[in-house]
């Protein structure tokens, strides 16, 4: 099963231009992830946020979370050409949090191309 | 390991025949998951096992998948009798498991095909 949604699906921008990705769940969760997947290659871990945070960086990315509104976005900023990929939220479910399972539900993702 | 580890990377297989997938995770990781990943879509849940304990195996689309980590490390997915429509990416993830928000590795992943 699929969590929710990431918007927009696809975005295009030129190198250097910030880019905000979407993305809308529908349970209640204990944390939401952020995944990058390059053309071919695996999926690797970005960040983390916990249901109590609003706001977390890790170098170029920002992530937020607003758990009223069920959303969170990830800006990356001063974007490059090697940041192509496509970008997946992930959340944990506190059902399954609290059952130890933690299994991660992923979005449908948002592709993103830096332009050189 | 260096990473988590899958094999075969690429597999074909005619429809009907049961194929195996392994996943050698992380050298100490206690979670280990299966993903199933379609062409432009995110990762579905499969299975989750908690050392030798599958814990979660709510994903399994059929009785035709199963799942086993019998020693708590190297994990196997079995598809029985597969169909077309199995084909897609297979990924295998672990996570130490110690602190339930913890990131997940992920493997490059099986690309299965049944013709």
């Known amino acids: 099963s699929q969590q929710g949604e990431e918007d927009p699906q696809a975005l295009s921008i030129q190198e250097g231009e910030n880019a905000t990705m979407n993305c809308s769940y529908k349970t209640s969760i204990n944390n939401l992830q952020w995944y990058r997947q390059n053309s071919g290659r695996g999926l690797v871990h970005l960040i983390l946020?916990?249901?109590?945070?609003r706001e977390k960086h890790s170098g170029r990315l920002r992530v937020t979370l607003d758990t009223s509104k069920k959303s969170s976005s990830l800006l990356i900023t001063a974007s490059r050409a090697a940041d192509t990929a496509s970008y997946f939220c992930?959340?944990?479910?506190?059902?399954?949090?609290?059952?130890?399972?933690?299994?991660?539900?992923f979005g449908q993702g948002t592709t993103l191309q830096v332009k050189p | 390991g260096a990473g988590v580890s899958q094999s075969p990377r690429y597999k074909v297989t005619k429809r009907g025949q049961d194929v195996a997938l392994r996943c050698d995770p992380i050298s100490g990781h206690v979670s280990l998951y299966w993903y199933r990943q379609a062409l432009g879509q995110g990762p579905e849940f499969l299975t989750y096992f908690n050392y030798e304990a599958q814990q979660d195996k709510s994903g399994l689309p059929n009785d035709r998948f199963s799942a086993e980590r019998p020693e708590g490390s190297i994990s196997t997915l079995t598809i029985q009798r597969t169909e077309q429509r199995d084909s897609a990416m297979y990924r295998c993830a672990s996570s130490r498991g110690t602190e339930r928000n913890t990131e997940a590795f992920f493997g490059q992943g099986t690309r299965l095909t049944v013709v």
């Open positions: 992930a959340t944990v479910d506190w059902k399954d949090w609290s059952s130890n399972t933690g299994k991660l539900i």
């Open positions: 946020i916990r249901s109590n945070e």
